[in-house]
């Protein structure tokens, strides 16, 4: 246990026991073991994109396994996944490496201006599979937003009475959004702050462009001259407002890019003050080959590299 992992752990006062020690088994595992980073493995795309769209481009991706040990491999911190996947490896894989059971998905055979998610797995199941956390998704700005405030508020309540920790996926989505307004930069931190304010121990948010949707916040931005014009700068007003820093905020990887500019944005998280990455797709729709080298030189920057 490091100063590092101790002094985070601390932040979680309201905490029982046991889920600090779900937390500080993510925070002391695989390469980043100890150093207040985090490297997440996530595979809920198969459910949330579909299949093909998911693995085709690397057929060895749809079996579970595959994930399992590429986790593993790369030294990652934890693998979140929803209940079949999970149950499809927890066993052969028990004890390897930190698990995080997606407690609620969304698929999109249809396209729904305002999406809700369904809650697909219960703590029960994350005890059962021996996992230490669980994930859940919630979207700002959709209009059943509220019923998943309350569906969160009720697995935070449940999970942390259980000894488990929560992650908590909170990405902008609805009708009154635009498309650039998901990402932009006072609706994601707005989005975190939301998810903080629910309970969330680990928040995973996308990155967000210096853009600014709304009008009431985008007058206090300029106002107060907040500076947002370069990535570092954006992550560092998203850690703020997550309690000036005092939740571990991760940030996606998002759809397939080139080693570089992964890199250039993994730089940018680092010198923002972020706590790590959560990378899915530009991993496991790489060759196994290409996923572990791009992973290690993510892990590498965040050991200061």
Same mark, same amino acid.
């Given at each position: 246990?490091?100063?590092?992992v ?8 309201a905490?029982?026991p ?6 500080a ?8 073991g100890?150093?207040?980073?985090m ?6 795309? *198969?459910?949330?994109?579909?299949? &093909? %769209?998911?693995f $085709?481009?690397?057929? #060895?991706?749809?079996d579970p396994h595959?994930?399992? =040990? ?5 030294g990652?911190?934890a693998?979140?996944a929803?209940? *079949?996947f999970?149950?499809?490896? &927890? %066993?052969d894989? $028990?004890?390897?490496i #930190? ?7 969304? =698929?999109?055979?249809?396209d729904e201006?305002d999406?809700l ?6 703590v029960?199941?994350?005890?059962r599979?021996g996992?230490?956390a669980?994930?859940?998704t919630i ?6 937003r509220?019923?998943m405030?309350?569906q969160?508020?009720?697995y935070v309540?449940?999970a942390?009475?259980a ?6 996926w909170s990405?902008p989505?609805g ?17 975190a702050?939301?998810?903080?304010q629910i309970g ?5 948010v996308k990155l967000?462009s ?8 985008r007058?206090v931005?300029e106002?107060?001259?907040v500076?947002l014009?370069t ?7 998203a850690?703020?407002?997550t309690?000036n820093?005092?939740r571990?905020?991760i940030?996606s ?22 706590f790590?990455s959560?990378?899915?797709r530009n ?5 196994r080959?290409?996923a572990?080298?791009?992973l ?10």
């Open positions: 246990m490091t100063p590092r101790k002094e985070i752990l601390s932040w979680y006062g905490n029982n046991g889920t600090l020690t779900s937390m088994r993510m925070l002391n595992h695989g390469k980043l100890g150093t207040g980073k490297v997440i493995l996530p595979v809920d795309q *198969g459910f949330e994109h579909g299949p &093909a %769209r998911s $085709a481009m690397n057929p #060895p991706a749809y595959y994930h399992f =040990e590429l986790a593993i491999e790369a990652c911190s693998y979140a929803p209940l *079949g999970l149950e499809a490896g &927890a %066993r894989f $028990a004890g390897d #930190p698990l995080i059971l997606k407690v609620n998905n969304h =698929e999109l055979l249809f201006k999406p998610q369904a809650r697909t797995s219960t029960e199941d994350a005890l599979l996992c230490v669980v994930g859940f979207y700002p700005g959709s209009e059943h509220l019923e405030y309350e969160l508020q009720e309540q449940h942390k009475e000894g488990l920790a929560v992650v908590v990405y989505r009708s009154q959004l635009s498309k650039s307004g998901e990402t932009a930069m006072d609706v994601c931190a707005y989005a702050h939301i998810a903080a969330a121990d680990i928040i995973k967000p210096s853009a600014l949707e709304l009008d009431a916040a007058k931005y106002a107060n001259h500076p014009a990535l570092p700068e954006r992550v560092r007003h850690v703020q407002c309690f820093g005092r571990i905020l940030f990887g998002g759809p397939a890019e080139s080693d570089e500019k992964i890199l250039e944005e993994i730089k940018g998280i680092r010198d923002g003050g972020g790590g959560i990378i899915g991993s496991f729709q790489r060759s080959e290409d572990l080298r791009l290690s030189n993510i892990i590498s920057i965040y050991q200061g590299n």
